[in-house]
């Protein structure tokens, strides 16, 4: 992708949520990496109602960087409608989401963007699932059971094309997923799957990216609840989406 002073390349839209701690640390990263970069590239930070001091702990690199927006919403949406509030704004030819926590290497931007590259490639999926410089992510031993049996599911009643949905690094072509964005209609960690699937349905040619993962301690994930709410999000979509089938 060649650079163009007047054009946007990529978005990276960070969606948040109490990332105080976790997000001035990923942020340094980004930009460091942003810098050796010869294309222009915006971040997009979602704040989605976050009750701790967030927009405070990053305010020293947003003053010293004017290509970083961030976005406030009153009260907390949801994953999904962070990153759908992201995209909307999104002004790059490529869009990528990536997690607040570091989990993924800004460098895995270079690399989907190289992938995007080939011809008719529209989307671009990280799976934790597939080798990356010969290893695989390692991952909490139940979070990996939970994810295996997941995947399963959503495989057969949704046929996604990947072993890992809710990988939390994705890229596609801006111009491509707005057309469905107003079709989706789940605001959290589900999202991923919906996204997919309309990703599908709309032919867009999609793409494998085997990935590293930094595995953070701290989950926001809620075992029970969340799992109960993702595996019910496998049939909605089946539902809400069967017109396009």
């Not at 990053?58 to 999904?80: E, F, H």
């Not at 597939?130 to 139940?142: L, P, Q, S």
């Not at 049996?149 to 009643?157: D, E, H, R, S, W």
């Amino acid at each position: 992708m060649l650079a163009d002073k007047n054009i946007i390349n990529l978005s990276v839209i960070i969606p948040c949520y109490n990332e105080a701690e976790r997000l001035p640390i990923f942020l340094t990263n980004l930009v460091k990496f942003i810098r050796k970069q010869e294309i222009k590239i915006e971040v997009i930070i979602v704040d989605d109602g976050s009750t701790d001091d967030l927009v405070s702990s990053i305010n020293n690199i947003l003053s010293k960087n004017p290509t970083i927006k961030i976005i406030n919403l009153d009260k907390n949406y949801g994953k999904g409608f962070a990153v759908r509030k992201g995209i909307e704004k999104a002004q790059g030819q490529v869009t990528a989401f990536m997690d607040a926590d570091g989990a993924y290497e800004p460098t895995e931007l270079k690399r989907g963007l190289k992938l995007l590259s080939k011809p008719n490639s529209s989307f671009v999926i990280g799976s934790r699932k597939e080798k990356f410089n010969g290893t695989k992510a390692k991952r909490i031993w139940w979070r990996g059971f939970l994810s295996s049996i997941f995947n399963f599911i959503a495989k057969l009643v949704l046929n996604l094309p990947t072993k890992d949905l809710q990988c939390g690094f994705k890229m596609f072509k801006t111009d491509d997923v707005k057309k469905f964005l107003p079709e989706m209609r789940i605001k959290r960690f589900g999202f991923d799957m919906e996204m997919l699937f309309l990703a599908c349905k709309y032919d867009l040619n999609i793409q494998i990216l085997p990935v590293g993962c930094n595995n953070s301690k701290r989950s926001k994930v809620n075992i029970l609840f969340d799992s109960y709410r993702l595996f019910k999000n496998i049939f909605q979509i089946r539902i809400w989406h069967s017109k396009k089938t």
